[in-house]
């Protein structure tokens, strides 16, 4: 049923929950992996352009904040491609083919782009939950592709492993 999978990465913790989503399904269809990360400063982590570009005192753009940004940049770029390389490794060794990609964009955008260049089957990607004034500002990537990929979607919710579904309560000393 499905043959080629797109999976939609970001590297928050939820990254990894949807590679295994992902890989599962791959395996499950002996499906192909796409995996890709979208590099955008909507994104956490992304280095923050505004911080570069702020005036000196002597009201000019300050060479240093921005190199120092370029450098951010560069190892925030280098950070995702080593996480792909290395999740492609993992699903090449779980005997699923893999390739990935980094492209810079509006992930939304870039992951519908992604999939029709790719012609992928299926969409995997993560949901945040974001709701009221902060999904009003900064949008939905999940939304925005399940209404606009021309294949099917599977969206993921983020679960929390059982170790740390536990909630501690205080301890309390008998005699």
């Not at 992996?33 to 002597?58: C, I, K, R, W």
């Amino acid at each position: 049923m499905f043959n080629k999978i797109l999976v939609a990465l970001d590297l928050s913790p939820m990254g990894r929950q949807v590679f295994e989503v992902g890989l599962q399904l791959a395996q499950n269809h002996a499906a192909q992996l796409f995996l890709l990360h979208v590099l955008s400063p909507q994104e956490d982590g992304y280095p923050n352009l505004a911080m570069a570009t702020s005036l000196d005192y002597s009201g000019l753009y300050s060479e240093t904040l921005i190199r120092d940004y370029l450098q951010q940049l560069e190892g925030f770029k280098q950070k995702g491609l080593e996480w792909l390389q290395s999740l492609s490794t993992e699903a090449t060794t779980a005997g699923v083919s893999a390739e990935f990609a980094q492209p810079l964009g509006n992930p939304g955008f870039t992951i519908c782009d992604q999939a029709t260049l790719w012609q992928a089957d299926l969409i995997v990607m993560g949901r945040r939950s974001r709701s009221g004034l902060e999904e009003f500002l900064l949008g939905s990537v999940s939304n925005y592709v399940t209404h606009n990929a021309r294949c099917s979607v599977l969206t993921v919710r983020s679960f929390a492993p059982a170790e740390a579904v536990a909630v501690s309560s205080p301890q309390v000393e008998r005699a």
